[in-house]
Nanobody, 116 residues
Framework: QVQFVESGGGLVQPGGSLRLSCTASGTIVSRSGMGWYRQAPGKQRELFAH???????NYVESVQGRFSISRNNARNTLDLQMDSLKPEDTAVYYCHTYPRLTMWTWGQGTQVTVSS
């Protein structure tokens, strides 16, 4: 069983920045396609950024140009730099494989709240 652990969330004002990190057991993060997902209150969990095993990245339009997904192979982490945050970015953020391998459960996630 792979355990995903997300960290780095918090309360930030609109326009601010946060950097999230994700770790997992083994070499999943550094070798597999990985994605960042989020679930806003009252909404379904959605994939909004992913990175392929070869390093190609893709973002949904709502975060394009503001968020950046990357790997830190030295630390074996998946990172997400979030800039120009908006209130609508408020959600619980999760990492997982991409495409998602449903045999592994979700981590606890990390709460991001954008509010003045």
């Amino acid at each position: 069983q792979v355990q995903f652990v997300e960290s780095g969330g918090g309360l930030v004002q609109p326009g601010g920045s946060l950097r999230l990190s994700c770790t997992a057991s083994g070499t999943i993060v550094s070798r597999s396609g990985m994605g960042w997902y989020r679930q806003a209150p009252g909404k379904q969990r959605e994939l909004f950024a992913h990175i392929t095993s070869s390093g190609r990245t893709n973002y949904v339009e709502s975060v394009q140009g503001r968020f950046s997904i990357s790997r830190n192979n030295a630390r074996n982490t998946l990172d997400l730099q979030m800039d120009s945050l908006k209130p609508e970015d408020t959600a619980v953020y999760y990492c997982h494989t991409y495409p998602r391998l449903t045999m592994w459960t979700w981590g606890q996630g990390t709460q991001v709240t954008v509010s003045s």
